[in-house]
């Protein structure tokens, strides 16, 4: 357990700086942000859970099962996920939806789409008609942003 923690609070620790550095210092745009947190946050993962495993096998006398190598792994993985999520939220009750809404524009003016917008496309996927249904759910939630009311971003149905 101990081993989780340690190596849990460290993958935390460095995503949380990342975070912080992305959002309040470097103001980075959408599309290099996201790459730069795909590799950030997939590489500081996988850091700690080879530190971790590598570190139980030191503990073992330089074995390890397959068992007890993967039990660290999940322990590891289960921590870091839990912290992470406490940081999020904590960060989103601190700061506010402005930072999973970045309302940038890109080089040729339109839009940059938010988390909302995303998860949007992905209920409609599932939900069906999702041509139709991701146009008229994107239609909403701008207009929310922008302070229309629901019944006149819906489009009005002829026939």
Request: proline share 4%.
């Amino acid at each position: 357990m101990k081993l989780a923690l340690k190596y849990g609070i460290f993958v935390t620790l460095i995503i949380a700086a990342w975070v912080a550095l992305k959002h309040f210092f470097l103001h980075l745009e959408p599309a290099p942000a996201q790459i730069a947190d795909l590799v950030v946050f997939n590489l500081t993962a996988i850091t700690g859970l080879t530190f971790g495993i590598s570190e139980k096998r030191r503990m073992n006398g330089g074995t390890l099962k397959f068992g007890d190598g993967w039990v660290t792994g999940i322990m590891i993985a289960v921590t870091y996920a839990i912290l992470i999520s406490i940081y999020f939220a904590v960060l989103l009750a601190a700061v506010g939806p402005k930072l999973m809404q970045p309302g940038r524009r890109d080089k040729y003016g339109e839009g940059v789409p938010g988390s909302l917008d995303w998860v949007c496309f992905v209920r409609s996927l599932f939900l069906g008609n999702h041509r139709a249904g991701f146009k008229e759910e994107l239609k909403v939630v701008r207009a929310a942003r922008s302070g229309r009311t629901r019944a006149s971003a819906l489009p009005s149905r002829k026939g």
